[in-house]
């Protein structure tokens, strides 16, 4: 029996610290699995923690904790497999330090990803973007800065993590002006501002005071905002916002929406899909093709391309001589 105890460990502390300098999303991600993979082992085989081995996460047993994940807990295919990927990763590294259990490994290893539906991405009209800007309080300093929090989401398209990340020196004005973040895979972009962010940001800052290092957008005692913090912010202005622009209440309206609505903004303006990649930080172009079938206006252009056959309306009726020779 070999315990999973070091091997787990040392996957963290070596694997993904030392070789991989995985991100604390990662980091998180990978240890929110484990977590969940333990806790499902523990209750339905009864063996606590402490005591696993590796021999007890068979092919079956792994298999059995990912129907669980959709079943009873609810999770889309995405998270499943990213899940199942977390898994993966352990197990290669553990093929490496127990080549004794290979076999086992190797019928884990073996354990596909599930395909996912491709759903039609979710995006704000340029009628209900100005809708939620509005919708913050300008009297209150957490109003100016929701206000600004939002038109840098949806100008500049960063992702969640990337907005908190944000510091008073990641922003540079004057000529040129733009936002510096560091993205995911800990890649290092540049993203334009245009001169009402610029500005925005510009008298936020005046206001907040305080250090180049401090987060552009604080939370409570000054901290960076969660996660949490920042899709509760973007629901709570929804409300707000449909009041004067009802449309938007038939959306599920989260912060990725509004990265969505900055791409589908650069789309609709004839921006090339691979520009819109490099914007948004995309490894592939092909992640950003999404954009191009939720765009309906490209569709339509090709439509009206299209010479319409020319056929009249209505049942064919055979003339006499045909119903005559039958």
Known sequence: M??????????????????RNASPNTVASYRD??????????ETKGIAPERLSIEDLDAPTISDFLDYMETSRGVTVRTRNSRLAAVHSLFRFAALCHPEHLALIQRVLAIPAKRATNAVISYLTKQEIEALLRAPDLSSRIGRRDRAL????????????????????DVVFGTGAHLNCTGKGRKLRSTPIRNDTAKLLHAWMNECGGNQTEPLFPGPGGKPLSRDAVSRIVARHVVTAAQQCPSITKKKVTPHVLRHSCAMQLQMAGVDVAVIALWLGHESVRTTDIYQHADLSIKERALERIAQPRTVPGRYRPPDKLLAFL
């Open 150 to 169: 939002l038109l840098v989401a949806i100008q500049t398209g960063l992702r969640v993590s990337e907005l908190t990340g944000l510091k008073r020196q």
């Open 2 to 19: 070999t315990a999973l105890a070091p091997t787990l460990q040392t996957f963290f502390t070596q694997r993904l610290a030392a070789q």
């Open 33 to 42: 699995t484990f977590r969940l993979l333990l806790t499902f082992v523990r």
